[in-house]
């Protein structure tokens, strides 16, 4: 793993959903059905929406497990 996917994430691991129902809670944590619905209706542009795309096949692939222990606060 290179330099660039170790720092996708750590920034995937510690970013916090910054609008909506679950404002301040870290886009790993968040409901699969919520990153789901994202999907169906399109992902926000730029990074948010990469990195909200990028939980959606974590979880998908039930590999929380791997990035849980990157957040700051080890497993929130």
Do not use: C, H
């Not at 691991?13 to 059905?33: D, W």
């Not at 990153?35 to 929406?49: A, D, E, H, I, M």
Request: cysteine-free; hydrophobic content about 45%; proline content about 8%.
């Amino acid at each position: 793993m290179g330099p660039d996917e170790r720092r996708a994430l750590l920034e995937l691991a510690n970013t916090r959903m910054p609008f909506g129902k679950y404002q301040g809670v870290l886009l790993i944590e968040l409901p699969e059905a919520y990153l789901v619905w994202f999907s169906r209706q399109g992902f926000p542009p730029g990074k948010l929406g990469m990195l909200l795309e990028s939980a959606l096949t974590v979880k998908m692939n039930g590999l929380e497990a791997l990035v849980r222990p990157l957040t700051r606060d080890g497993v929130e």
